[in-house]
């Protein structure tokens, strides 16, 4: 095989900026895109939004459709988070690289630090780095620090990709994913039919349905039933295709191979 046939691998939160180079390059959602996103068109329980991020994300799985982001380049997905990433992103040789399967751990920037500026925003993130060891022994303290310091109103909150471990449900074979989807889609359609108020905000947008506004039948509605599903489907498409990626077709994303997965494959040669 040559090197840049080579498959590598992607963590999650890799996975999720070649997720958005996809995502804006779908136009529209047409019924091309809801048949591939499932057998069943489940314009009834998710939105065009979501069925546009299923869309993505399948195309990420696959590896088809790559003619859509051809050219463009890659970004790191860290623009409103407090710890910034250094460097390119990365591809990694080896599935079992410890830098592939460590976890990503960031917290959003609190909106009245945004509303204050770059300025106010670099010194956030300064005090926050500063402080950043406080986090191996207790994340409460650390918060508590920022909270001290910045005088907030809004905790930052705590964003995370598991890289390492595996659900439940990833461990199915297909044929028993595919019998767990259909059943809960069941589930909800049972749901939907017998609280149809949830329909008026089955497309509401997250800030809607965690606010007042949004009742605990559409909060359920949304947890147990979308959110549930989203993820199901996102687990389906990874496991229905290889999540190897083309080395080349990487690069010129502008990702760079792992500096640890280069210096294991050179002493394995």
């Not at 068109?41 to 994300?57: C, F, N, P, V």
Request: proline letters at 3%; a neutral charge; aromatic letters at 10%.
């Amino acid at each position: 095989m040559k090197v840049e046939d080579a498959q590598v691998y992607l963590t999650n939160s890799s996975m999720g900026a070649l997720k958005q180079l996809y995502f804006e390059s779908i136009h529209q959602v047409d019924e091309h895109v809801r048949k591939a996103v499932y057998k069943e068109d489940l314009a009834w329980i998710l939105s065009t939004i979501e069925l546009k991020s299923l869309y993505a994300e399948l195309l990420v799985a696959s590896g088809i459709e790559q003619f859509r982001i051809s050219g463009t380049k890659a970004q790191r997905n860290d623009g409103r988070h407090l710890f910034r990433s250094n460097g390119p992103l990365k591809y990694h040789f080896d599935s079992s690289c410890d830098y592939l399967k460590s976890d990503y751990l960031n917290f959003t920037i609190p909106p009245e630090i945004e509303a204050k500026g770059p300025n106010e925003i670099e010194k956030f993130r300064v005090f926050a780095e500063a402080n950043k060891h406080l986090l191996q022994g207790d994340q409460e303290k650390f918060l508590n620090s920022l909270e001290a310091q910045f005088l907030l109103k809004n905790r930052p909150q705590r964003i995370e990709y598991i890289n390492s471990g595996q659900s439940e449900f990833s461990l199915l074979t297909l044929a028993a994913m595919e019998q767990a989807l259909e059943a809960h889609l069941r589930e909800a359609k049972t749901f939907q039919a017998a609280h149809p108020e949830v329909k008026n905000r089955t497309f509401a947008p997250r800030r809607v349905v965690d606010s007042t506004q949004a009742s605990d039948l559409d909060r359920e509605w949304h947890d147990a039933y979308k959110r549930v599903l989203k993820f199901m489907l996102s687990q389906y498409y990874r496991k229905n295709h290889d999540r190897s990626q083309q080395e080349s077709f990487l690069k010129s994303l502008g990702f760079e191979a792992c500096k640890a997965c280069l210096k294991s494959t050179t002493m394995r040669l």
